[in-house]
């Protein structure tokens, strides 16, 4: 199975504020086709996950421009330009390339 | 905007099983891949297993293979996922998702909280 590695573990982060996530993978990401499947989740208290980014780079619908994905191969990061109190959460990076999906162990984002 | 609702909470006994429903409306369900997803309290997501409808094709992690069941029932675009044998480490919410590709989570489930104790 693919393992994927969060960094930080939790983050503190004043309000208006960047906040950085960076994930690495035990394997590359990008599949022949082209497309590197990687993907992010935040997990809301008491909320199901929710899909925030796709295929590194993507927006999905009604996600904030505040949210930009980047990387490629093993190393991928979650940038938040400018961290709001909605964004307080666990965030995982995910795994699709192949199966079984993998998440990262996620990192706690809270507000200052 | 595909909407996915689950059944509600569930209290097992240790050795017997559990059905949870995923009943989606919004999306063609024939066409999409519905994929299940469970997190024990405090941990992160796990990835369980996946079902094609439109293939009948299903796919298990390893550590649920022999012990879960997922089936798809067309006629109500409900999707189904059993799990056998319970233990108290299966206690967890398990959420079910239409999939982007091959398997990753799109739109979730609320959730199922499923409780193993005797």
């Known amino acids: 199975d693919i393992a994927m590695t969060q960094t930080p573990l939790s983050l503190s982060v004043t309000p208006g504020q960047p906040a950085s996530i960076s994930c690495k993978s035990s394997?590359?990401?990008?599949?022949?086709?082209?497309?590197?499947?990687l993907y992010w989740y935040l997990q809301r208290p008491g909320q199901a996950p929710q899909l925030l980014m796709y295929?590194?780079?993507k927006r999905f619908s009604g996600v904030s421009e505040r949210f930009s994905g980047s990387g490629s191969g093993t190393d991928f990061t979650l940038k938040i330009s400018r961290v709001e109190a909605e964004d307080v959460g666990v965030y995982y990076c995910?795994?699709?390339?192949?199966?079984?999906?993998?998440f990262g162990g996620g990192t706690r984002v809270d507000i200052k | 905007q595909v909407q996915l609702v689950q059944s509600g909470a569930e209290v097992k006994k240790p050795g017997s099983s559990v059905k949870v429903s995923c009943k989606t409306s919004?999306?063609?369900?024939?066409?999409?891949?519905i994929t299940w997803v469970r997190q024990a309290p405090g941990q992160g997501p796990e990835w369980m297993g996946r079902?094609?409808?439109?293939?009948?094709?299903?796919n298990f992690a390893q550590k649920f293979q022999g012990r879960g069941t997922i089936t798809a029932d067309r006629s109500t675009s409900t999707a189904y996922m059993e799990l056998n044998n319970l233990r108290s480490d299966d206690t967890a919410v398990y959420y079910c998702?239409?999939?982007?590709?091959?398997?990753?989570?799109?739109?979730w489930g609320q959730g199922t909280l499923v409780i193993v104790s005797s």
């Open positions: 079902i094609v409808p439109i293939l009948g094709t299903v």
């Open positions: 998702a239409n999939a982007f590709g091959v398997a990753a989570p799109r739109n």
């Open positions: 394997q590359s990401l990008l599949d022949s086709d082209g497309k590197t499947y």
């Open positions: 995910m795994q699709a390339i192949e199966l079984p999906l993998t």
């Open positions: 295929e590194v780079s």
């Open positions: 919004g999306g063609t369900f024939s066409t999409q891949t």
